[in-house]
């Protein structure tokens, strides 16, 4: 087996040692830890198409990875042993990046670091997630539907991701959306084609029916990702207030007039985490902040920034809040400064306590208010501190729904704490999803009830991964497959 | 003109179903879009101007035959003209006359509802629509002392029409209509059992030589009578004189209006005044037949040619009737002159006003169809914030009345001479 | 084709007498559409054996179960007004949704509305607007359903630069699959509320429709969740043609494609419009007028010089705004993008301003412009990707496919390019040249077909897209069969293996979809 691998990637490019094969077995999730059979990391598509390939003849499972470490979601854990990890993250071509269309070539190993400057240079930025690792795949980050910190552009679920490259678990290539053709990718570049269109080809989605599947549909090998111009000016607040209401109240004036551009809710724990303070600044915070950005481009940007700030001040005074430069200490800039870049190592949700666990699910911004006094609730009932728990939610689809996740820090070392959230993550978000919460994101132990109410939901994507992956090589044991 | 002549009208129905809704532009309410009863109910599309017009096709083509269920398919439809207003808005066909075509194809070849044949045989008969004797068809002026113009002659001829002749419960209505033009100083008779029927309704069922006969004979009266105008409450009466006896080449060489425009102008003579307080919260119901079908006749002959390489065009131009030119402003002119009479408008008036439900035959062939239509209306009016439903037309009014009356539905039904003869009491 | 006693008794029992019929001259009402006769050479397409009306879902799920029990065909439709509702050379029974036309909820605060299927977008415009919000508005007409644009058909239309694509607006569906099952997608089937169509896991919004809709080829759609979208203007409804208050709009024209397509370009960036399309800038002028008379009349009257000028590279663009500042700031921006790509400005009076508002805000007036010339329409060269290389195709095909229906005399000729274009918001653009043909003309019609007939490969073969809205308007998969043969990746083959999955006995009419056997 191994043999073969290294006659496809080359030999320093299949490893096998334990230590090294340990670093693949197990995440920060509660998943059980499996270890993998080998580790391989392909450079290019042909590699790829040739190791799944190989896993189709062999009965091998495939795991893809394209981010580097710590992991959270035990997506990336294998579910069966045997498996090999087919490890992305040193496919780190930055294609193209089309100024006039607004859109860049990626491959899967490439992390917001690295693009960030890439953009610059065309005038461009990257649609930013919430302050991901340093070494979070952006092509990752968008086929797993993370939301972007800019509702006003994340017109509905699949943004900003368009087109994919992809071998499918049964070996085939597909390019989706617009890519398919006619023509091969640079025939459509003659043209004046950007791969800029990701729904399709035709009457199917593909695009769509790789998002969500962690990994367990293909390989993708790269990815159109829409960007921006880039602000020439840029003024960011603050808005606290120890009750979300008005804040949300606030968002939804906001988002129904379509100001600003970065708009996402946290709270001082979640703010205390990203900023790098101590846990004793929590205390003297209010509960809640809205970090919110307006920006221009383009002609006039300072006329832009200057009524819209006018108009916010004006909504916010209507729900009695202020936009603030500053608060405490916090300047919104250095928010500002701190979310436009990936966090730096050690990853920030780690920094507090050494370990953390997400539940992240959607609803609106109007339903978040119950869940989050459920969680706290929860949180008392399994013996975790309130104040350990980080909240962000951030308003998606242009305001049509939200995006609420829960970070909830621990001392890993602390058995007694680690088993309260290990238990607070199983069951509580079970109790949340029976409230309504809708774990789009299926991670782990989340599928079991995920999938439980909707059985043909079940029978249909079955459906899929028979088309895709007949011999279901490709990451078994996740979702519902 | 024949069913052929409009084959390429039919060819080009792109069925876009506008022909179901009141004209977009108009769109008041999302409960009130609907503008044909033939679809609302029955649903089907071939219960749609346009899927009449593709039935007619179908029948050119010997696709299918004329038999009970495509008669139905036909006649379950008050020709009411609300698709021909709609189509009209943006395309240049002539929904409404291809149908009318279609019954008179139907007649024809005898395929028609069977209540038909007992309205036939009663205007043959006894000219009028209502199967009553015409010996006592100018009974209901009885004792109004009013000149018989079969003897007499007078400026103005009160021609009251089938309904208001034989149907009693209308009587009241007619008598106060005709009391009111008398005690203006209006130089007026009647015919009294010599009145025939206008022929307007068996036209649109499909009968177009009962049109022919009734206005040849119609028409010789009145010369013979002297009269200059003619005013009648009946709104079919009024749109077969004005519109229907053009159509055929039978043009009437008098002045033809509705009781509500001779009110209108006697108000404006201050000949009638309206000072007696009716404090009642109303909305007026447009007839078809006094609306968009009253409409005058616009005549046309020429050649139809290609230009641009295909854009059909008429030589000479052509003028599309669009419904607009109907009495719609008089009636509501003379409400808002009433003291008291708060006037709120439906969502669909004027010329995409909802049908009553009653017209060409349906009411006798489909009264379930006509009750239901109504109740539609009624429905509309309640939801407006209206206690009363006033109309100017006797078959709408009757319509109302009996669909209120099968709802359980209190809504009051008011004739709008009955309305301005309130408003006047104090002047008796 | 005929229906047995038996299945017609058992697709009776389920709505009742009143909502099934198998009399010729309902069913021709069923198999007649614009656009027939360039299928069939006749306005009529094979005659349904019956047709049938469902007022619920589960009447819906219990038809689609009695047609795969004994072997029938079915399609279903909402306003039909597309040979992609109704046509199909394999009669089948069309299921018309008329009686689904409830608007079952509208969340204002979190802009979304849960519609039946038959529910027109202007029906729902009108309930929206109460509480300051609009949905999306295809060009198709303000008498199309939400659910077409949304999930069955396609979404391109006037408001999609401010309303993005049709299909990207789509937030749950409850779908009848073509075997009778009920799925209900996303959250609705999560947690039962209609928040997200997205997930779990991937998401199955990808089998119900892809860039094009299905066009009933893998089930029916009975509910479906839509964003809806701030509006500005009045709450109460605008008669005849007023303005609108809170708003500006504009005709345009460039002097060449460069322009337009820079123009384009700065005004998605500058995220400022409501309303943008590509079209000459002369069709207000048709919109306007009553009748194609007074049309000839009007376009007599226009110098040819200025018909070319007006007639190529137009535009029609219109923004809001929510207040003073927003307005006066727009404004500005739109003004300096006019100047910097040496755009004119058409002078139009008050009348033709409240049509091309109606036309803004409803798509109304379409059928003025793309039906009333000579009967009847088609579009080809069409694409969607980056709106420069789409305004390349619009040009290229106009040459290869339209210009010789032009020089025929076979189709309307006055516009001297009939190309509509428009701007998605997530960036890509949409391209299609009209072709307005009269169907009672057989040379009009057999010119029109000869032409057609080739388009597809000529639009493949260019290179810039798959024609026919990428098979969403191409019958008997005629768009992708020309295409495959210069597309290096063989989706088809996924596209029917989906079919098979989802429909194992074929029983959704696939005629504008993709059958489920194998090219030979």
Not at chain 1, 197 to 215: E, I, K, W
Not at chain 1, 435 to 450: C, E, H, I, K, V
Not at chain 2, 317 to 337: C, H, M, Q, S, W
Request: charged share 25%; aromatic share 10%; hydrophobic share 35%.
């Amino acid at each position: 087996m191994v043999n073969t691998l290294e006659a496809i990637v080359g030999l320093d490019n299949v490893y096998h040692q334990r230590e090294i094969l340990s670093d693949y077995s197990s995440d920060e999730s509660f998943s059980l830890p499996v270890r993998p059979g080998s580790v391989v990391k392909p450079g290019n598509r042909s590699e790829v198409e040739l190791i799944i390939k190989w896993a189709n003849e062999t009965s091998t499972p495939l795991i893809p990875v394209s981010s580097g470490p710590p992991h959270f979601n035990g997506d990336t854990v294998p579910g069966v042993g045997g498996a090999v990890m087919v490890d992305l993250s040193g496919m780190k071509k930055i294609i193209r990046i089309d100024r006039r269309n607004r859109v860049a070539m990626i491959e899967p190993g490439v992390t917001f670091g690295e693009l960030i400057p890439a953009m610059e240079k065309e005038g461009l930025a990257p649609f930013m997630t919430f302050l991901p690792r340093s070494s979070k795949s952006v092509v990752t980050s968008f086929l797993e539907r993370t939301p972007i910190t800019i509702p006003r552009h994340h017109w509905e679920a699949q943004d900003p991701l368009q087109c994919v490259e992809v071998v499918y678990g049964n070996g085939e290539l597909m390019r989706t959306g617009s890519a398919a053709g006619p023509g091969t990718v640079e025939e459509q570049w003659k043209v004046g084609r950007a791969q800029l269109r990701g729904m399709g080809p035709s009457q199917v989605d593909f695009t769509r029916l790789l998002q969500g599947a962690q990994g367990t549909m293909g390989i993708v090998t790269w990815a159109t990702i829409r960007c921006r111009p880039l602000p020439k000016i840029k003024k960011t607040f603050l808005i606290v207030s120890d009750d979300i209401k008005p804040i949300i109240d606030l968002v939804y004036k906001i988002t129904y007039k379509k100001l600003g551009e970065n708009l996402l809710i946290v709270n001082n724990t979640e703010l205390s985490s990203i900023m790098g303070k101590g846990s004793e600044s929590i205390e003297k915070l209010p509960q809640w902040f809205f970090y919110y950005s307006i920006e221009g481009d383009g002609f006039f940007p300072e006329d832009k920034v200057a009524y819209q700030e006018k108009e916010s001040i004006k909504l916010a005074e209507e729900v009695g809040l202020e936009l603030k430069a500053e608060f405490s200490g916090i300047r919104a800039e250095d928010v500002s400064a701190v979310l436009s870049e990936p966090s730096h190592d050690p990853y920030w949700k780690n920094k507090r306590k050494g370990g953390n666990q997400d539940i992240f699910f959607i609803t609106t911004l109007d339903r978040s208010p119950k869940f989050i006094s459920k969680m706290y609730e929860l949180a008392d009932q399994y013996h975790h501190a309130s104040e350990d728990i980080g909240v962000y939610l951030q308003p998606t689809i242009q305001g049509c729904n939200c995006h609420l996740e829960f970070s909830l820090n621990y001392n890993p070392e602390d058995k007694l704490a680690t088993d309260a959230v290990r238990q607070l993550v199983k069951e509580g978000s079970e109790v949340l999803a029976k409230m309504g919460g809708f774990f789009s994101r299926p991670y782990g132990t989340w599928s079991r009830f995920a999938f439980d109410r909707e059985g043909m939901t079940v029978i249909s994507q079955r459906k899929l991964k028979d088309i895709f992956d007949p011999k279901g090589i490709m990451n078994p044991g996740k979702l519902c497959y | 003109m024949s069913l052929e002549y409009y084959q390429e009208d039919m060819m080009r129905c792109n069925r876009c179903s506008y022909c179901k809704w009141v004209p977009h532009e108009v769109m008041k309410d999302a409960g009130f879009l609907g503008i044909c009863p033939s679809v609302e109910k029955y649903n089907f599309h071939s219960r749609s101007a346009s899927g009449r017009m593709i039935t007619a096709l179908s029948l050119l083509k010997g696709r299918i035959d004329l038999n009970d269920a495509s008669r139905d398919t036909i006649y379950q439809c008050q020709m009411c003209g609300g698709c021909d207003v709609s189509c009209k808005m943006e395309r240049d066909l002539e929904p409404y006359e291809v149908m009318q075509e279609l019954r008179f194809r139907c007649v024809e070849n005898g395929v028609i509802p069977p209540e038909y044949l007992r309205i036939t045989e009663s205007l043959k008969r006894e000219a009028n629509t209502m199967e009553k004797p015409k010996a006592n068809r100018g009974n209901w002026a009885k004792g109004m002392g009013v000149k018989d113009l079969g003897k007499e002659k007078a400026d103005v001829l009160f021609h009251a029409g089938c309904k208001y002749s034989f149907d009693e419960s209308l009587w009241p209505a007619a008598k106060s209509g005709l009391k009111l033009l008398l005690n203006a100083g209006v130089d007026i008779g009647i015919m009294g059992k010599k009145e025939v029927c206008c022929g307007g309704r068996s036209y649109e069922m499909g009968f177009k030589d009962e049109l022919a006969k009734f206005a040849k004979i119609t028409i010789k009266a009145w010369k013979s009578a002297g009269v200059k105008t003619v005013v009648t409450p009946c709104a079919d009466c009024y749109q077969a004189f004005k519109v229907l006896y053009d159509k055929i080449g039978e043009k009437p060489d008098v002045e033809i209006l509705h009781i509500t425009e001779f009110i209108h102008r006697l108000i404006k003579e201050d000949k009638i005044k309206l000072t007696r307080e009716v404090p009642l919260n109303v909305t007026y119901h447009d007839p078809c037949h006094l609306g968009r079908l009253a409409e005058p006749w616009i005549h046309w002959e020429g050649e139809i040619k290609k230009v641009y390489g295909q854009m059909v065009v008429h030589e000479p131009p052509k003028k599309k009737r669009f419904g607009t030119n109907g009495v719609y402003d008089v009636p509501r002119e003379i409400l808002k002159a009433i003291p008291g009479v708060k006037l709120t408008e439906m969502h669909r008036i004027r010329e995409y006003a909802w049908c009553c439900g009653s017209g060409a035959g349906v009411k006798e062939s489909y009264p379930d169809f006509a009750e239901s239509t109504a109740a539609e209306r009624i429905k509309e009016a309640r939801a407006v914030g209206a206690e009363a439903l006033v109309s100017s037309c006797p078959r709408c009014i009757s319509n109302f009345k009996h669909s209120a009356a099968q709802t359980g539905d209190n809504i009051k039904v008011y004739d709008i001479i009955e309305l301005v003869q309130q408003a006047m009491k104090n002047e008796e | 084709m005929t229906i047995s006693n038996e299945a017609y008794k058992a697709l009776e029992d389920i709505v009742g007498s009143e909502y099934i019929s198998r009399d010729p001259a309902d069913l021709d009402s069923y198999c007649f559409v614009w656009g027939n006769e360039l299928l069939y050479g006749d306005k009529f397409s094979p005659r349904p054996p019956a047709v049938i009306m469902p007022g619920s879902t589960e009447e819906v799920s219990a038809i689609v179960k009695t047609c795969n029990r004994f072997g029938l065909k079915y399609r279903a439709h909402a306003s039909g007004f597309e040979v992609a509702a109704l046509s199909s050379d394999t009669p089948f029974i069309p299921i018309d949704l008329r009686r689904m036309n409830r608007i079952v909820e509208i969340d204002a605060k979190n802009r979304i509305a849960v519609v039946e299927p038959y529910v027109s977008q202007l029906k729902l415009f009108l309930e929206t607007r109460k509480v300051g919000l609009r949905p999306l508005m295809l060009s198709s007409g303000p008498s199309c359903s939400v659910a077409s644009g949304t999930a069955a058909h396609y979404g391109s239309g006037a408001s999609n630069i401010s309303t993005d694509y049709g299909a990207r607006n789509l937030l749950g569906a409850e779908w009848v699959l073509p075997n009778g099952d009920i799925i209900k997608l996303g959250s609705l089937g999560s947690s039962g509320e209609w928040i997200n169509a997205d997930g779990p896991g991937p998401s199955l919004r990808g089998v119900l429709r892809g860039y094009g809709g299905a066009n009933g080829g893998n089930g029916i759609f009975t509910k479906i969740a839509t964003k809806i979208y701030p509006w500005y203007g009045q709450a109460k409804p605008m008669y005849p043609y007023e303005i609108p208050e809170n708003f500006d709009a504009h005709i345009l024209y460039f002097p060449d494609i460069n322009k337009i397509n820079d123009f384009t370009q700065l005004l998605y960036e500058a995220s400022i419009a409501y309303h943008f399309q590509r079209f000459p800038a002369g069709g207000v002028f048709l919109m306007a007028t009553e009748s194609n008379d007074e049309t000839y009349a009007l376009l007599q009257n226009i110098p040819q010089d200025m018909m070319d000028a007006i007639g190529t590279h137009g535009a029609t663009v219109a923004i809001d705004a929510s207040s003073k500042e927003e307005m006066e700031y727009k404004r500005k921006v739109l003004n300096k993008i006019i100047e910097e790509t040496e755009a004119n400005e058409l002078p139009i009076d008050e009348t033709q301003m409240g049509v091309l508002y109606h036309h803004v805000l409803t798509g109304g007036g379409i059928l003025k412009l793309a039906f009333r010339p000579t009967g009847s329409f088609m579009i080809t060269g069409t694409g969607d990707e980056a709106m420069d290389s789409m305004g390349i195709l619009g040009r290229e095909a106009w040459d290869k496919i339209v210009s010789p229906l032009y020089s025929a005399g076979a189709v309307f000729n006055a516009a001297p390019y009939a190309c509509w274009a428009v701007q998605y918001g997530e960036g890509s653009g949409h391209v299609e040249s009209l072709v307005q043909y009269d169907p009672a003309s057989s040379e009009s019609v057999n010119t029109a077909v000869e032409q057609f007939g080739k388009a597809d490969h000529i639009v493949a073969e260019m290179g810039f897209s798959i024609n026919s809205l990428e098979n969403a308007l191409s019958y008997n998969e005629s768009a992708l069969k020309a295409a495959m043969p210069y597309v290096p990746v063989d989706f088809v083959k996924y596209m029917k293996m989906i079919k098979r999955a989802i429909d194992p006995n074929n029983s959704s009419d696939p005629a504008f979809y993709v059958s489920p056997d194998e090219w030979e």
